[in-house]
Every structure is written in C-alpha cells, then in structure tokens.
C-alpha cells in the first residue's frame, strides 16, 4: 500500500522505478544496436560472398574464364525457363565465379529443383548448380530406396514447403525460419521410427545379386517376423533405371558365368599353381607352345581363378575357346613369354552340352506327333477294349459257372467206376495173355517147322485184345482217379477264377474310359502343336549358343565387372530399412537362410541424419552470435546501470541498516556472514539486476549458450549481489552528509536527491535526478 | 522546553546511555560534559533521535519525540538546530547553499532562503564567504558555517555535539564567541556538548556531569566545579586549578594570565 502511494506521489521509489524501465530501454537499445551491429557487419561480408540470407536460390558455379559466356547462357535458361528470375555474379574464388539466382516463387518445386541439373546442363564451364533456397534442412545418410518414403513423409508435415533430392541427400525447404525447430524435430522422430540394417558380406561371400537377394530378406523379414516395413534399400528401385540396367547386367553376368567352359588345371612335375597365374595351350596353333616365346594368337590362354585343396584349380579362358584344348599340355606364362609345361588341362563346355541337349531336345519333339498318334491309337484301342470289358467279365463268369457245372457232372459220371475192383480181373486176363504169348511162341516154332501159321495171328490178337482189355480195367481205375482230380482242379480253377473275377469286376472301366478320353483330348492338342516350328528354334538355339566363344565370355564379363563396379550398388553390402523395433539378432537367422550361408555382418544404422546446410549453418551461427552480443552487452549495461546507478542506493540501504546495529561476535558473526546474502540492500541489488538483466535479454534478444532462459535473472541477480557487496566501495556516500540533511528534516527522499545522487557516482540514475534537485 | 525522561541506548552489550533525565528550560543553556565515551554525544543526538532511542522519552514542547512518526520527527527537527562535532556541510554546496538548503526543502522560495541565508552567515561573521564550497573554507568557518545553517531556521532549540573538538585551538575561539553570542541573547535554547571548560564556566546555565551512561551531577558550574559532588566533578575542578596555575605565564616580565 505505502508503495503504491510511494508509485503515485513524486517519491523517490518513483524515480527508482523509473531508472530500471530507462536502464532496460537504454540498455535494451543498446544491446540490440550492438548485435545488430555485429550481425549486420558479418552478414554483409557473409552475403558478398553467398548472398543474404533468402535472397538468393540457386548458385552456380562456373570456371572463372568462361564466365562471361557462362553469365549469358545462364540469363538465357532463366529467362526462357524461369521468367521472372534474376541473377547476380557473385565472388570469385579459387578460379570459380560463383552465379547467385533468384526463383520466383512459383518455380521454387520439388520438380524444378530435382531437375537442375539438367536444365543448367548446358551452361559452358559450369561447375556444379547448388540450392540456397533457406530455410531450409538436409538430410544426409538417407540410403537410396528410402528417400522417395521419407520425402513423402516428411512434405506432409507442418511448415514444410516441400523436399527433394540434393545430390545424395534430401534437402527438406521450410515456409519460415521458425519452422526450422518444430519441423527438425519431426523429421528426427520421423528418423527414429525407422533403422536400416545394413549386411556386409566379406570377400568371397557376395551374393550373386544383391537387388535380388535383398528383396528376398525383405520379403522374409515381413512375412517371418511380420514387420509393418521391411524394404530393400540397397538401391532405388522404383525410379532409376540404371538399377534395372544393373540388374540386368547382373544377370547377364550370371548366364554368362554358367555358359562358360570349366577349366580344371592339374599340375604336372610338382609343379605350383597360383590365382592369377595364366597358362599357355597350343589351341589351334600349329605347333605347341615353344619356351621363351610369346604366346601365339591362336593358343589358348587359361587364367586361374582358383586353388582347390586337392591342388587342383578352376581356370577361365582370357583367349581361344575351350574347344581348342585338344592338346591337353599347359605352360606357365611369365612375362608374357611361354616357360615350361606345368600342368594339364580337362574341361567342360556348358555351352557345347547345351546345345547337344537342344539338339536331341529337337529331336524329341519332332517326334512328338508321331508318338502323339501313335498313342492316339492306342488310346482307341484301349477303349474299345473297356468298351466290352463288361460283356467279356460276363463271358467268363458264364464259362466259370459251365466249367463248375462239368465238374459235377463228372463227378456224378466217374462215382460208380470207384467202387469196381478191377485189380483181380486184370491179373487174370495178364495171366491168360501170358498164356497165349506162351502159345503163340510155341505156335511161331511150329510154324517155323512147316505148321500152319494162321492161328498164330488169331491167337495175337486175341492176346493183344486180352492186354487191352487189362489195360482198359486199368484205365477205368485211372479214370476215376482222374475224374476226381479234375473235380478238384475245376473246383481251384472256378475258386481262383471267381477271385479273379471279383477283381475284374472292381475295376473302375467307366473310369478309365474317361481318363483315356481326356487323353485322347489332350493327345488331339499336342497333336496340333507345331512340332516342327519348335523343333527349327531348339535347333536354332542349339546353333546359336556355341557362338559364344570363352574369349568372348571373359572378356564380356571384365567389361560387365567394370560397369557394375562404376555404380552405386555395393556388391557386399546389403541395406534393408526396416522399423526401429527389431534387433538384428532376429534379423541374422532370416539373413543366414537368405543368403544360404551364415558369413555376414549385420549391423543397425540411423535412417538420416539432419544436417542443416553449411549456409543456414553459418546464419544460424551468426543469429547466435547476434543472441551472444546482446546478452553479455545487456549483462554489461546491466552491470554498469548497478555500479553507476544504484550502488549509491545500496550504500544508503546498507547505512540505514546497520546504524542501530552493532557488530556481531562469535557464532553470532558467522550466522550474520551467512545471513548477509538477506540484507536488504543486497536483496535491493538482486532484484535490480534480475528484473534488468531479463527484461533486456527479453527486449534485445539476448541469449548465452549453455544458459536456459530460467537462468537470466539468477545471472542478473547474482550481478546484483556482487555489486551490492562492494557498493560502498564502489559508490561511498558521506554519511555525516546524510545525517545533516536528516538533522535539517529532510525526507529521505530529499536526502536522496539533493545529498546522496548529486554526490555519487555520474549515472542515468544522476541525469534523471538533475531534473528533480533543487540545487544543481 | 525539553524534558529527558529515563533515556535508554545500547549498542550491544555496550550501555552508552544508561536512565538519563534531564530539564532544560525556555532559553537555558545546558553543558553536558564528561570524559570521553561517557554518552553525551548519543544523549544529545537520541534527542531528535538522529539516534534512535531504546527507551524513555523526549518531550518537546510537550510531545514525546519518541512516539512520532517520521514524519513527524522531521518537522520536529526543522525547530531544533543541530551542530556537528565534523561540521557535516554539503561538500558539494556553497556555505550559503549549504545554510540555504533546509529552508528551501521546507518549501522556502529560493530568494528568501537566501536572504535568511545571507543573514545567517553575517551572524557568524561568514557573509563574504557565502559561495566558496566546505572544501574551500577553514575547520573554524566551516563550523561557523554550520552553526549558520542550524541558526537560519530560528530553532527554538539549539543541539551542539562538541562543535569545537574537531577543530585547531586558534580556531575554537571563533566557533565559542559566536556560541557565546547566543547564549548571551538567549536567542534559542541551548544544550551543548563540550569539553571546553572556559565556555562551560563562562556560558552554560547549568552543568550537567555524565559517566558511563549516567548523569552524574548536575548544577550551576560554580557549585559543580567548586564542590564537585561526583569524581568526574572533582577531576574537572582539578583540572581547572590546573589550568589556572599553568594559565599563569611571564611574558616579558609581565604576568599575562
């Protein structure tokens, strides 16, 4: 309240209030004319040499001695392709003149900024065309595959312009400097979303194909440990054609690596063998390899590429064809000169063996409608087989049942002959026949003595008919017995021709009906292929492939091996973005089964890095250096408002505080050390200095490194109470001067004006006094 | 006019005014006097409480000093007129600013002030000096010009803190005829604290002996220094006998003292 009143009547609490609010604005003014100072001194030099910050868009850089031809074609392009723009010629530096272009803002694209490059192509002497289009942000370490991905990403966010691709990074254009914070830390959480895991394969474990292999581990991460995201980005797949090029390369590679001969070198005499090492064969030369001779041009050269452990090695062909190697013996080539024999060669042509395969391959298929219908006949057949299959299952079945009935019957037929003892009539009539045989030998003696041989004849054949009676009794016994057997055998014939027949009858013949029904549809179809058309291209194939000679093939695959290594695409690197929450722990297993070994590294990386442009970087500097000058000239003039102005103050307050106090003892005077910080002409001083520190930073735009905003007015007050502590010696006032004035009645607020602030220190606080004091 | 009851003023443990009393009539000149450190010169500033009391009070034409606000207190002390033992003048004013300055802070026109000003200073003999600055002037015309500056508000009551001890003993004299001046006219009550027993004997209405804090005695100073009650009595009465003997000197075969 009394403060209030103190505030509305002419006090000098007043004046104090007054002091810090002109302190802060002269202060404020002061600082912020320092650092704009500063800061428009160094951006003037910094903008000779790239321009003010904003101003310009593009620069371009051109060989000093072409730069006035290189000034008019660069008009040109800008005026036919960018109307509206300007240009202005920059520095020259280290024979470089540097061009600065401004876009109209319409121009100002993701297009038009991609395509630079080629729209400044023409330009004679041009070094380089670069962005300065600010504020702006880049993004470096973005593997290829994942930029298009993070640039859509990142230009749907807040205060982006739009991003696009700078060289190998992306380069991200704000709408305004303020931006520049919130946008950095989306993109760095945008960033941290994701990893890419990188699968280095030493030497001699490199994939075949990379881009191949690569979406494979992509494929597999998705779908075995099913990532959201898991691409392969290696390389771009999606818009630079060179990586179809490649790939095709690749795999031309590949065919190309399959259809070259295998050479297999085998040392002779103990002789050693090295990588590298090339070995000399007669070929098609006349005559084989002579030492200390350079090799002919038709000898076939064999370069080893490998050392087997059984002390074999795999070599290509550099020169000739495998099909030269009739003469198997291998010299050593040194220096370009033939030297002794050191190994044999054997080899395999795939190219040859192809063409053998297509060939008979042909063959075969000019045989194919032949066998078509041929088995188109057959297949009739057949059916018509099936077709009275039935009637034929039938057919038999009857036969079995007349079969079984004969059986019977003659069963039936032959059961009285095996009760007929025959075996005592049958001994009878072969004794009777003995008989006659004995007269009938006497009868032929009688005749061969002049008898009568009539009877003889009669008597045989009675004899005769008596042994075939016997013979028939015996007969009858047998066939009784065989009547049985038959029975017996007609019984297992009918048993096992009625399993049979179950079989038969379980045989699906409608089934089979259809099957060689849609045979014989498909028979008609390759019966309409055109065998021969295919047959002239096998055979055309088979012609063409042994062209290819292994010279040829070596040296297409150096060329290819040249090219692929000229590009971006590591070979023994594989890069797959994925998201943060994988380890590659869990990756390895899928990576091993991909690759078919387990000999790769694999370690995360961060998907980018933000990398605000050198330029930008420079300005950025300079607004810190501009921050860094109007924070320490505010805490100077802070400092100088509180030696000058207000130690007199602190002096007054410090008086009128210890005139009715005495000089602590003891413990008394090390509490009132500790206590001093309270006394009121330091808390005077804290407050002072607080309050003007801030409200100056605040005012001028003051900021130290390192210093949070919270700590300005500790700054300032700590500044406060270093002054305070040495205002007496700073600013002495007279104290039998104050004690007169106070003698002669005066206010304290008299006692200040007219005692105190005339006599102290020349300040602001005096010059705003001078106004107020009655004697000057 | 002033009235001291039971005066009390530590600092610290230290008592320097222990239940001081004392009256001071209309126009009475008061010498307080006593060894050095015995309290006189906290009695006389705890009076306009230049020096805050610890207790007792002060009555001024009858209101207690000690009960006002400071407000208060500071019209007060434009009716009471205060000199210093070190003069206490402006170093950066002219004696005649520096004898100006109360009355114009207490809304005087400037002119008037410095007609009262100017007057002031031909009291004390120092009109021709009225624009040289302290720093100009000797200890003697410094003191006068603060005895000036006390005497242009016409205070009823006059406060002296041993105005002569800062200064040479060629110049006391010239402090001492003006208080003498004063007293004589009794143009303003007077209490003074001295050490110079001549002006004591020759001046003061009444003595007034401290120690420790204390009055000790109190009288007219023909009783206290003749039959001094108190041993700070008995000391200034020898020391007077002293003086006188040793005042006695030869000059030129002349006795001159």
Same mark, same amino acid.
């Given at each position: 309240?009394?403060?209030?009143?103190?505030?509305?009547?002419?006090?000098?609490?007043?004046?104090?209030?007054?002091?810090?609010?002109?302190?802060?604005?002269?202060?404020?003014?002061?600082?912020?004319?320092?650092?704009?100072?500063?800061?428009?001194?160094?951006?003037?030099?910094?903008?000779?040499?790239?321009?003010?910050?904003?101003?310009?868009?593009?620069?371009?850089?051109?060989?000093?001695?072409?730069?006035?031809?290189?000034?008019?074609?660069?008009?040109?392009?800008?005026?036919?392709?960018?109307?509206?723009?300007?240009?202005?010629?920059?520095?020259?530096?280290?024979?470089?003149?540097?061009?600065?272009?401004?876009?109209?803002?319409?121009?100002?694209?993701?297009?038009?900024?991609?395509?630079?490059?080629?729209?400044?192509?023409?330009?004679?002497?041009?070094?380089?065309?670069?962005?300065?289009?600010?504020?702006?942000?880049?993004?470096?370490?973005?593997?290829?595959?994942?930029?298009?991905?993070?640039?859509?990403?990142?230009?749907?966010?807040?205060?982006?312009?739009?991003?696009?691709?700078?060289?190998?990074?992306?380069?991200?254009?704000?709408?305004?400097?303020?931006?520049?914070?919130?946008?950095?830390?989306?993109?760095?959480?945008?960033?941290?979303?994701?990893?890419?895991?990188?699968?280095?394969?030493?030497?001699?474990?490199?994939?075949?194909?990379?881009?191949?292999?690569?979406?494979?581990?992509?494929?597999?991460?998705?779908?075995?440990?099913?990532?959201?995201?898991?691409?392969?980005?290696?390389?771009?797949?999606?818009?630079?054609?060179?990586?179809?090029?490649?790939?095709?390369?690749?795999?031309?590679?590949?065919?190309?690596?399959?259809?070259?001969?295998?050479?297999?070198?085998?040392?002779?005499?103990?002789?050693?063998?090295?990588?590298?090492?090339?070995?000399?064969?007669?070929?098609?030369?006349?005559?084989?390899?002579?030492?200390?001779?350079?090799?002919?041009?038709?000898?076939?050269?064999?370069?080893?590429?490998? =050392?087997?452990?059984?002390?074999?090695?795999?070599?290509?062909?550099?020169?000739?064809?495998?099909?030269?190697?009739?003469?198997?013996?291998?010299?050593?080539?040194?220096?370009?000169?033939?030297?002794?024999?050191?190994?044999?060669?054997?080899?395999?042509?795939?190219?040859?063996?192809?063409?053998?395969?297509?060939?008979?391959?042909?063959?075969?298929?000019?045989?194919?409608?032949?066998?078509?219908?041929?088995?188109?006949?057959?297949?009739?057949?057949?059916?018509?087989?099936?077709?009275?299959?039935?009637?034929?299952?039938?057919?038999?079945?009857?036969?079995?049942?007349?079969?079984?009935?004969?059986?019977?019957?003659?069963?039936?037929?032959?059961?009285?002959?095996?009760?007929?003892?025959?075996?005592?009539?049958?001994?009878?009539?072969?004794?009777?026949?003995?008989?006659?045989?004995?007269?009938?030998?006497?009868?032929?003696?009688?005749?061969?003595?002049?008898?009568?041989?009539? +009877?003889?004849?009669?008597?045989?054949?009675?004899?005769?008919?008596?042994?075939?009676?016997?013979?028939?009794?015996?007969?009858?016994?047998?066939?009784?017995?065989?009547?049985?057997?038959?029975?017996?055998?007609?019984?297992?014939?009918?048993?096992?021709?009625?399993?049979?027949?179950?079989?038969?009858?379980?045989?699906?013949?409608?089934?089979?009906?259809?099957?060689?029904?849609?045979?014989?549809?498909?028979?008609?179809?390759?019966?309409?292929?055109?065998?021969?058309?295919?047959? !002239?291209?096998?055979?055309?194939?088979?012609?063409?492939?042994?062209?290819?000679?292994?010279?040829?093939?070596?040296?297409?695959?150096?060329? =290819?091996?040249?090219?692929?290594?000229?590009?971006?695409?590591?070979?023994?690197?594989?890069?797959?973005?994925?998201?943060?929450?994988?380890?590659?722990?869990?990756?390895?297993?899928?990576?091993?089964?991909?690759?078919?070994?387990?000999?790769?590294?694999?370690? !995360?990386?961060?998907?980018?890095?933000?990398?605000?442009?050198?330029?930008?970087?420079?300005?950025?500097?300079?607004?810190?250096?501009?921050?860094?000058?109007?924070?320490?000239?505010?805490?100077?003039?802070?400092?100088?408002?509180?030696?000058?102005?207000?130690?007199? =103050?602190?002096?007054?307050?410090?008086?009128?505080?210890?005139?009715?106090?005495?000089?602590?003892?003891?413990?008394?005077?090390?509490?009132?050390?500790?206590?001093?910080?309270?006394?009121?002409?330091?808390?005077?001083?804290?407050?002072?200095?607080?309050?003007?520190?801030?409200?100056?930073?605040?005012?001028?735009?003051?900021?130290?490194?390192?210093?949070?905003?919270?700590?300005?007015?500790?700054?300032?007050?700590?500044?406060?109470?270093?002054? !305070?502590?040495? !205002?007496?010696?700073? +600013?002495?006032?007279?104290?039998?001067?104050?004690?007169?004035?106070?003698?002669?009645?005066?206010?304290?607020?008299?006692?200040?004006?007219?005692?105190?602030?005339?006599?102290?220190?020349?300040?602001?606080?005096?010059?705003?006094?001078?106004?107020?004091?009655?004697?000057? | 006019?002033?009235?001291?009851?039971?005066?009390?003023?530590?600092?610290?443990?230290?008592?320097?005014?222990?239940?001081?009393?004392?009256?001071?009539?209309?126009?009475?000149?008061?010498?307080?006097?006593?060894?050095?450190?015995?309290?006189?010169?906290?009695?006389?500033?705890?009076?306009?409480?230049?020096?805050?009391?610890?207790?007792?009070?002060?009555?001024?034409?009858?209101?207690?000093?000690?009960?006002?606000?400071?407000?208060?207190?500071?019209?007060?002390?434009?009716?009471?007129? @205060?000199?210093?033992?070190? @003069?206490?003048?402006?170093?950066?004013?002219?004696?005649?600013?520096?004898?100006?300055?109360?009355?114009?802070?207490?809304?005087?026109?400037?002119?008037?002030?410095?007609?009262?000003?100017?007057?002031?200073?031909?009291?004390?003999?120092?009109?021709?000096?009225?624009?040289?600055?302290?720093?100009?002037?000797?200890?003697?015309?410094?003191?006068?010009?603060?005895?000036?500056?006390?005497?242009?508000?016409?205070?009823?009551?006059?406060?002296?803190?041993?105005?002569?001890?800062?200064?040479?003993?060629?110049?006391?004299?010239?402090?001492?005829?003006?208080?003498?001046?004063?007293?004589?006219?009794?143009?303003?009550?007077?209490?003074?604290?001295?050490?110079?027993?001549?002006?004591?004997?020759?001046?003061?209405?009444?003595?007034?002996?401290? *120690?420790?804090?204390?009055?000790?005695?109190?009288?007219?100073? *023909?009783?206290? @220094?003749?039959?001094?009650?108190?041993?700070?009595?008995?000391?200034?009465?020898?020391?007077?006998?002293?003086?006188?003997?040793?005042?006695?000197?030869?000059?030129?075969?002349?006795?001159?003292?």
């Amino acid at each position: 309240m009394t403060f209030a009143k103190n505030m509305l009547r002419d006090s000098f609490q007043r004046d104090i209030i007054i002091l810090l609010v002109v302190s802060i604005l002269v202060g404020s003014m002061l600082a912020s004319a320092v650092s704009m100072g500063a800061n428009a001194y160094f951006s003037k030099t910094l903008a000779s040499f790239v321009g003010d910050y904003g101003e310009f868009d593009l620069i371009i850089n051109v060989r000093e001695e072409m730069k006035i031809d290189s000034a008019q074609q660069i008009q040109k392009i800008i005026n036919d392709v960018f109307p509206g723009s300007t240009m202005k010629e920059g520095p020259t530096l280290t024979g470089k003149t540097s061009f600065f272009v401004t876009l109209p803002a319409q121009y100002q694209t993701k297009q038009v900024y991609e395509d630079l490059g080629k729209t400044f192509g023409s330009i004679p002497g041009g070094a380089g065309v670069g962005v300065m289009t600010d504020p702006r942000l880049t993004i470096r370490g973005v593997p290829e595959g994942a930029k298009n991905m993070l640039m859509d990403k990142i230009m749907q966010m807040d205060g982006v312009r739009f991003a696009f691709r700078d060289g190998s990074s992306i380069g991200v254009v704000l709408q305004s400097l303020e931006k520049s914070a919130p946008v950095e830390k989306q993109i760095n959480a945008l960033l941290k979303q994701y990893q890419v895991i990188e699968i280095s394969f030493p030497v001699g474990s490199e994939p075949a194909n990379p881009i191949r292999l690569g979406e494979a581990i992509a494929g597999a991460l998705q779908q075995d440990l099913r990532l959201q995201y898991a691409q392969n980005v290696s390389v771009d797949g999606k818009n630079d054609d060179m990586t179809y090029a490649v790939s095709t390369m690749m795999e031309m590679r590949r065919f190309l690596t399959a259809y070259a001969s295998q050479v297999t070198i085998t040392p002779t005499g103990g002789a050693q063998l090295a990588k590298g090492d090339t070995l000399v064969f007669q070929g098609t030369a006349p005559a084989a390899p002579a030492a200390g001779s350079p090799p002919d041009k038709n000898n076939v050269l064999v370069q080893i590429t490998a =050392i087997k452990s059984d002390g074999t090695a795999e070599g290509t062909i550099a020169q000739g064809d495998a099909s030269a190697l009739a003469n198997p013996q291998g010299y050593r080539l040194d220096k370009n000169l033939v030297a002794e024999p050191v190994a044999t060669v054997s080899y395999s042509n795939p190219r040859q063996q192809l063409a053998g395969a297509l060939d008979e391959t042909s063959k075969l298929v000019a045989e194919i409608p032949g066998f078509a219908q041929d088995a188109r006949g057959m297949s009739t057949i057949a059916m018509n087989a099936l077709e009275s299959y039935d009637s034929g299952i039938a057919a038999v079945e009857k036969t079995l049942d007349g079969v079984q009935a004969a059986g019977t019957t003659i069963q039936a037929a032959t059961s009285g002959l095996a009760t007929i003892d025959t075996s005592a009539l049958r001994a009878q009539l072969d004794t009777s026949a003995k008989g006659l045989g004995g007269l009938i030998g006497t009868l032929k003696v009688l005749k061969l003595a002049g008898g009568d041989g009539s +009877s003889i004849d009669s008597l045989a054949g009675t004899q005769s008919s008596l042994v075939g009676l016997s013979s028939t009794l015996g007969a009858l016994d047998n066939v009784a017995v065989n009547a049985r057997q038959a029975k017996t055998a007609i019984d297992s014939v009918v048993s096992g021709s009625q399993s049979t027949l179950a079989t038969l009858k379980a045989f699906d013949a409608a089934g089979a009906k259809a099957s060689l029904s849609d045979m014989n549809g498909r028979l008609d179809k390759v019966q309409q292929i055109n065998a021969p058309l295919v047959a !002239a291209q096998l055979q055309y194939m088979a012609a063409s492939a042994p062209n290819l000679k292994d010279e040829d093939i070596s040296h297409t695959l150096a060329i =290819i091996d040249k090219f692929i290594a000229g590009q971006v695409i590591p070979g023994e690197r594989i890069q797959i973005l994925t998201t943060s929450n994988i380890s590659t722990d869990a990756v390895a297993p899928i990576v091993h089964r991909e690759a078919g070994h387990s000999n790769a590294a694999l370690y !995360a990386t961060d998907m980018g890095i933000i990398e605000p442009d050198a330029r930008g970087q420079l300005y950025q500097v300079l607004h810190e250096v501009k921050a860094i000058l109007a924070g320490i000239t505010a805490m100077v003039a802070a400092s100088l408002f509180l030696v000058f102005d207000h130690t007199a =103050i602190m002096a007054v307050i410090r008086r009128r505080r210890l005139a009715n106090r005495t000089k602590p003892a003891g413990w008394r005077a090390i509490a009132a050390r500790f206590a001093a910080i309270s006394a009121a002409e330091r808390l005077y001083g804290m407050a002072c200095g607080a309050v003007m520190l801030t409200a100056m930073f605040i005012f001028a735009g003051g900021g130290i490194p390192y210093l949070p905003w919270i700590g300005v007015p500790v700054v300032g007050a700590l500044l406060g109470l270093l002054v !305070a502590s040495y !205002a007496d010696k700073i +600013s002495p006032v007279a104290g039998d001067e104050i004690m007169a004035g106070e003698a002669l009645g005066l206010s304290l607020d008299e006692v200040m004006r007219e005692i105190v602030i005339p006599a102290a220190r020349p300040g602001l606080l005096q010059k705003l006094n001078n106004r107020k004091v009655k004697f000057r | 006019m002033l009235t001291i009851n039971n005066l009390h003023k530590r600092f610290g443990k230290v008592v320097a005014v222990a239940d001081v009393s004392l009256e001071v009539k209309q126009g009475e000149t008061v010498v307080l006097m006593g060894p050095s450190g015995c309290g006189k010169s906290t009695t006389i500033r705890t009076i306009n409480r230049l020096v805050e009391p610890d207790g007792g009070e002060v009555i001024f034409a009858g209101r207690d000093l000690t009960a006002m606000s400071s407000e208060e207190i500071r019209a007060v002390r434009k009716r009471i007129g @205060f000199v210093f033992q070190q @003069f206490n003048l402006i170093g950066r004013l002219t004696a005649e600013e520096n004898v100006m300055l109360g009355l114009v802070m207490d809304g005087m026109p400037k002119e008037a002030a410095r007609d009262k000003a100017l007057a002031a200073l031909t009291k004390v003999g120092l009109e021709s000096c009225r624009g040289q600055k302290p720093g100009e002037l000797s200890g003697g015309q410094q003191q006068r010009v603060g005895i000036a500056r006390a005497l242009a508000f016409e205070p009823e009551l006059m406060l002296w803190d041993e105005p002569t001890a800062s200064l040479d003993p060629i110049l006391v004299r010239e402090v001492l005829v003006v208080m003498e001046e004063l007293a004589k006219y009794r143009a303003s009550t007077m209490v003074v604290v001295t050490h110079e027993l001549p002006f004591a004997l020759h001046v003061a209405d009444r003595l007034v002996l401290m *120690d420790k804090g204390r009055v000790v005695e109190e009288g007219v100073p *023909d009783k206290v @220094f003749v039959t001094p009650a108190s041993e700070v009595g008995q000391r200034y009465k020898e020391l007077i006998e002293y003086q006188m003997n040793t005042s006695a000197l030869t000059l030129a075969g002349r006795r001159v003292a």
